[in-house]
C-alpha cells in the first residue's frame, strides 16, 4: 500500500504548477480592474463594472486546466500500478485519456460549480474590502487614480499569493484522488481503495480514516467535527462539506479486490 509520502511526493509538481497557474490567473484579474480604475479615473465606479461573471469563467477555465493536467496523469498513475498487480484494463491508455480529458473538463463543469462561486465570491469580497479602504486613504492623501490603482495592486497581491496556494493545493488534492478513482474505474469494479491520512497536521476526523477500506463505488462516511458526517468518494470529493474538503491533503490508493495469487488459486 502506497503512504501517504509517496502520494504527497506524486503531488508536488502538480501544486507548484497549480500555484503558478492560479497566481497568473489572479494577476490578470486584478491587472484588468487597475488599468479599469486608471481609465475611469474612479475606483468605485471600476469596481461597480467589474464582472462576477466573467470572473467566475476564469476560475472555472482554471479548475478545468488543473483537473486536466493533475487528473489525467493520477488516472494513468493509478492504472499502471494496478497493471503490474495483473489487473487487466477494459480499453488501451491513448483510448482511456482522451476520456479521462473529458471526463475532468466535466467533473469541474458539473460537479466543482460550487467550490468556483465561492472561490469567486471571497475574491470579489477581498477586492471590495481592499479597494474602499484604499479609496478612504486616497482621499485623506489626495492620491490620483494611478496611485489608487498601484496600491489596490499592492495589498490585493499580498492576499493573492495565499489565496493561489490555498486553491492550488486544495484542487490538485481533489483531482489527484479523482484522477486515482478514474484510473482505478478503468478495471471496473474489481478493486478496493484505502483512505490514506496525512497523519500530521490533519483533522481529527481525517487521521481516524486512516487505512479504512471501502469497495470501489462505496461511499466513505466521513465525520465532521461540528457533528454529522459527510458521504465522500475519496478525499477532496466536493461531495463533502467545507470543513471535509478546504486544506485537505489526504490520499486515497487501490487494490484488487482479489490478489493475483487468489486468482490462480480460483482458476
Not at 497566481?23 to 475611469?40: D, F, G, W
Not at 469563467?57 to 489525467?72: A, C, H, K, P, W
Not at 493573492?160 to 488534492?173: G, S
Request: proline residues 2%; glycine residues 8%; hydrophobic residues 35%.
Amino acid at each position: 500500500m502506497k503512504t501517504w509520502r509517496q502520494i504527497n511526493a506524486e503531488r508536488v509538481r502538480y501544486i507548484n504548477y497549480g500555484t503558478a497557474l492560479t497566481a497568473h490567473t489572479l494577476r490578470s484579474i486584478r491587472e484588468k480592474y487597475a488599468a479599469s480604475i486608471r481609465e475611469l479615473g474612479d475606483a468605485a465606479q471600476a469596481l461597480n463594472q467589474l464582472s462576477e461573471a466573467e470572473v467566475q469563467e476564469q476560475m472555472q477555465s482554471l479548475f478545468i486546466d488543473i483537473y486536466q493536467v493533475t487528473g489525467v496523469a493520477f488516472a494513468r498513475r493509478e492504472a499502471e500500478q494496478l497493471q503490474q498487480k495483473g489487473m487487466k484494463m477494459k480499453q488501451d491508455f491513448e483510448v482511456l485519456e482522451s476520456q479521462w480529458m473529458r471526463h475532468m473538463r466535466d467533473f469541474v463543469i458539473g460537479r466543482c460549480g460550487l467550490k468556483i462561486q465561492q472561490s469567486t465570491r471571497t475574491l470579489f469580497a477581498d477586492i471590495e474590502r481592499v479597494t474602499r479602504q484604499v479609496i478612504q486613504a486616497g482621499i485623506d492623501e489626495g492620491w490620483g487614480p494611478a496611485k489608487v490603482a498601484q496600491e489596490i495592486m499592492k495589498q490585493q497581491a499580498g492576499i493573492d499569493r495565499f489565496r493561489a496556494m490555498r486553491i492550488a493545493r486544495t484542487e490538485v488534492v481533489g483531482a489527484s484522488n479523482e484522477g486515482s478513482y478514474t484510473g482505478a474505474g478503468a478495471f471496473s469494479d474489481k478493486t478496493r481503495k484505502i483512505w490514506v491520512a496525512a497523519l500530521m497536521d490533519t483533522r481529527d476526523s481525517h487521521e481516524a480514516m486512516h487505512e479504512t477500506r471501502a469497495e470501489y463505488s462505496e461511499a466513505f462516511r466521513v465525520p465532521r467535527e461540528t457533528g454529522g458526517s459527510d458521504e465522500m468518494q475519496y478525499p477532496g470529493d466536493p461531495s463533502g462539506s467545507a470543513e471535509n474538503v478546504i486544506n485537505c491533503r489526504c490520499g486515497i490508493t487501490y487494490e484488487p479486490v482479489n490478489n493475483y495469487i487468489d486468482e490462480l488459486l480460483n482458476e
